[in-house]
Nanobody, 113 residues
Framework: QVQLVESGGGLVQAGGSLRLSCAAS????????MGWFRQAPGKEREFVAA????????YYADSVKGRFTISRDNAKNAVYLQMNTLKFEDTAVYYC??????WGQGTQVTVSS
């Protein structure tokens, strides 16, 4: 089992930045790819970004490419999502994911227009 705890969400004006963090504990010796997903009210959960374990290859949804950056610190069992130039449509609950198996409880990001 892996436990994931997100932090760093909040309220920000459009054009601003936030940095989300995800701390992993438990069976963290397993080499999981890590990702961020988000779910806006009335919408399905959608992929945002992912990063591989070994080479740190990164993948992004088209909607965030060029604005968001995913990174990880394997020594700290942590993954981050730097979000810049935030837009109103980025408003959602953001979830951390490990290996497409484990989920955090989510952190709210609200962007005011």
């Amino acid at each position: 089992q892996v436990q994931l705890v997100e932090s760093g969400g909040g309220l920000v004006q459009a054009g601003g930045s936030l940095r989300l963090s995800c701390a992993a504990s438990g069976r963290t010796s397993s080499r999981y790819a890590m990702g961020w997903f988000r779910q806006a009210p009335g919408k399905e959960r959608e992929f945002v970004a992912a990063i591989s374990w070994s080479f740190g290859n990164t993948y992004y949804a088209d909607s965030v490419k060029g604005r968001f950056t995913i990174s990880r610190d394997n020594a700290k069992n942590a993954v981050y999502l730097q979000m810049n130039t935030l837009k109103f449509e980025d408003t959602a609950v953001y979830y951390c994911n490990a290996g497409q198996l484990y989920w955090g409880q989510g952190t709210q990001v609200t962007v005011s227009s």
